[in-house]
């Protein structure tokens, strides 16, 4: 507990140091905002707020793909490459299997080498589950933070089962889907929701012998993708071929991506998204914050868990529950 109060800093010396670009300051403004001690919350309320003027100024780019497929290996070459061209880059990772402390994607210290030695990169695992067993929301937090610090690029992994993808496609611009060719990807049904989500497939691992398959599997994605409605922001998601461990066609990625972005931003639909995200951020939090109050309330709790026991014995549906529940909660509140 000492270390923790000794690792807090006044609010002026986050503002300062986010204003300077200071990432370790950045990385302790991020720890603040994923702490769940309530005077922590508290200042990262105050913290986030008075920063909001210098954020929203990058591109929030959503990487996704199942383990293996290259994700590691595709952000540090992309993420070299960009800082290559001297763009400010932060990597925020979500990992919906464990909670930070348990040991996180990024845990493991040999991901990444070459970018996290790199000044103009900061790459950082946030928290990623809350109490009530869910994902916890606190990378759009860390995002606003990068952004207040000067990242110009901001990209989100995370490797799931569809809920944290989801949750990501809600709170980025560009949600990039990394497949491999051949690897039974296009046969899961899971896959064909992310896939419905993305702007941008790369299949990677495109070379050697690989790179005749990554082609054929380019077609096939773009037919699938194809047969889905166009997005709501018009524009037709891309599937590319490409190697991080050759260093081939990452070029193409970037061009892709900034090509969506000036085509986003020319239609105007970068920015509505962006106002619709912060609507749904807005209602997620009023959810999250009534559902944690009426549970506090002890009989209340009770009957949850009651009306979960019954659910689960098939007595009763969960609509049917949720109305039981809320005359409780109701009656609780009534006079
Ligand atoms: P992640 O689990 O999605 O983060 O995947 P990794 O980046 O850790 O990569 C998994 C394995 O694929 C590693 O052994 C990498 O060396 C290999 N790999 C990644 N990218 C490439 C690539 O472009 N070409 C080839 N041939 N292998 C790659």
């Known amino acids: 507990m000492k270390k923790i109060s000794r690792d807090r800093l006044k609010l002026e010396e986050y503002q300062y140091g986010l204003a300077h670009h200071d990432k370790i300051i950045l990385a302790k403004a991020i720890t603040l905002v994923e702490s769940k001690l309530s005077s922590d919350e508290q200042l990262a309320e105050v913290l986030i707020e008075s920063i909001l003027a210098h954020t929203g100024k990058s591109i929030r780019i959503g990487i996704t793909g199942s383990p293996g497929v290259g994700k590691s290996t595709f952000i540090e070459t992309f993420g070299k490459f960009l800082t290559q061209q001297n763009k ?7 990992d919906p299997s ?20 790199d000044p103009l990169a900061f790459i950082r695992p946030t928290a990623s589950r809350n109490a009530l067993g869910g994902v916890a929301h606190k990378t759009r937090e860390a995002i606003l933070l990068c952004e207040a610090a000067g990242f110009d690029i901001i990209l989100v992994e995370t490797v799931g089962v569809g809920q944290s993808e989801t949750m990501v496609r809600g709170m980025v611009d560009f949600f990039l889907l990394l497949m491999l060719a051949g690897s039974g990807d296009e046969l899961q049904g899971i896959k064909k929701g992310i ?11 495109a070379d050697g012998d690989n790179k005749k398959r990554a082609t054929e599997a ?93 659910i689960a014995e098939k007595k009763i549906t969960p609509p049917y529950a949720s109305r039981q529940l809320m005359e409780e909660i109701l009656s609780r509140f009534k006079g």
């Open 218 to 310: 380019q077609a096939h994605f773009l037919h699938a993708l194809h047969l889905f409605q166009l997005p709501d922001s018009g524009w037709s998601p891309q599937v590319l071929t490409a190697s991080a461990l050759q260093k081939e066609s990452i070029d193409e990625v970037w061009k892709m991506i900034t090509s969506f972005q000036v085509h986003a931003l020319q239609n105007g639909w970068l920015n509505e998204q962006r106002k619709k995200q912060d609507a749904a951020w807005f209602y997620e939090t009023i959810q999250n914050q009534a559902l944690s109050f009426l549970l506090s309330n002890p009989a209340i709790q009770e009957k949850k868990l009651q009306l979960e026991s019954a």
């Open 98 to 117: 464990s909670t930070v402390s348990q040991g996180s994607i990024l845990g493991d210290k040999t991901r990444m080498e070459e970018l996290a030695k």
């Open 195 to 205: 896939m419905e989500m993305a702007d941008g497939v790369v299949i990677t691992k």
């Open 88 to 94: 400010r880059v932060a990597v925020l990772a979500i």
